[in-house]
Structure formats: C-alpha cells, structure tokens
C-alpha cells in the first residue's frame, strides 16, 4: 500500500513538473513579442490580437504554477513548517497573476477605443492621476484597487517561496533570488519599463523550470514490487 501511494506521489510531482517547464521557460517571449505595448495608441489597432495575446499569457502563467505545486511536493519536508502558509500564498499570487492578465486583455483594448488619454494613464504610473481625474474609474469604488491587492498577493507569495530557498537551501540558492526578482517585479509590473517587466518574467519562468528540471533529475518513480506466482 505505502509503495502504490509514494509511486503515485512521484508520478503526479513529476507529470506537474514537465507541464510547468515549458509554459514558465515561454512566459518571456510572450511580454517581449506578443504583448504589445501599453499605449492606447498601440493597442486599438490590434485590440484582437492583444486579447488573445493575453490569454495565452494568462494559461501559460497557470501552467507554469503546476511548477510551484511540485516543488511543495517535492521538498515540502525540507521547507519546515510553514511550507503549507508559503504553498497557499505563491499558488494565490499566481492564480491572481493569471486573473490580473485576463482583466487587462478585455478591459485594457476596451479603454484603449473609447478613452485613449485614460486608459494610457491607467495602464502606467500616472494610475492614481488617472482616477483622480476620472469619475468613471471613481465610480468602480474599492474594486478598483482589486488589482493592487493582486500584485501584493504575488510579491509575498513568491518572494517568500524565494526567501525559504534562499534560506532552507533544497534548491540551489540562484532559484531563490530568481522567485524573489521575478516576483517583486511582475508584482509592480506598471511601474517600471517593458523591458525590466520581461526581465521579471524570465526570472521567474526560469526559477520554475529550473526547479522543474531538478526534480525530475532527482525523483524517480517507485517501482512497484511483482508477485512471485
């Protein structure tokens, strides 16, 4: 029985571990060639294509969390007992990621046509200025900073992912300060450059397939134990 549970553990550590590498090692690519920019200028002519460009972004970043969910299954018993709390916290600052891509495909293409001048502030770090001028953004209420919280949420989750690296040493120390670059940056994606936003993507998309890559260097699955007739 205990041998059917460890290989079945293996195997599902392992098979979130392949499906997070490639999505995670794509997630650079995706900001540098397929997002586009920011401007409203930029985004009205190819509101489809920024949509869809968003989605792809959005899935790849969910699939790249499986990486996270196998890294706790993997070294949980090394990362001592706040690994549960560390889980919770990175798996919600992903997901919230993901969720933050997805309101700025639909939302983003929408102000780009009927408000360029707001959406262009909105969508940089004139945000505060934007709703301050803006009674249709102030109509939003507290849901409008929804988003601030999200990024928040991705800065301790996987800047604490990084920090028990970093400490606890089950992964090499590089991966920790890669988690802890990539998601403070991604956390304040607005107020900073495309270009140090890719770099934050590529931090943190190489973290997890690093890691993925080592656990299934390092895991093998358990050999089950055959009957003598």
Not at 179 to 201: A, K, Q, S
């Amino acid at each position: 029985m205990y041998n059917t549970y460890s290989a079945n553990f293996t195997r599902i550590t392992r098979l979130l571990a392949r499906v997070s590498i490639l999505p995670a090692l794509f997630l650079p690519f995706y900001e540098a060639f397929l997002h586009g920019g920011r401007r409203a200028v930029e985004i009205d002519p190819r509101a489809a294509a920024y949509m869809a460009a968003h989605m792809i972004g959005a899935y790849c970043t969910i699939l790249a969390g499986f990486g996270l969910i196998a890294i706790y299954l993997h070294y949980h018993d090394r990362m001592g007992r706040i690994a549960p709390l560390s889980l919770i916290l990175a798996l919600l600052g992903q997901i919230s990621y993901a969720g933050l891509l997805f309101i700025d495909g639909f939302f983003n293409p929408l102000f780009a046509h009927f408000d360029p001048t707001l959406q262009t502030q909105f969508h940089s770090p004139d945000f505060f200025q934007a709703v301050t001028h803006s009674p249709l953004l102030q109509s939003f209420g507290i849901a409008l900073y929804t988003p601030f919280l999200m990024s928040l949420l991705l800065i301790v989750g996987i800047g604490l992912l990084g920090i028990i690296i970093l400490l606890k040493r089950f992964l090499p120390w590089p991966i920790g300060l890669l988690f802890l670059v990539g998601g403070v940056i991604l956390g304040i994606d607005l107020m900073v450059p495309m270009w140090v936003e890719i770099t934050g993507y590529a931090a943190e998309g190489l973290a997890i397939a690093w890691s993925a890559l080592l656990i299934l260097r390092k895991s093998k699955p358990v050999a089950r134990a055959r009957s003598v007739a």
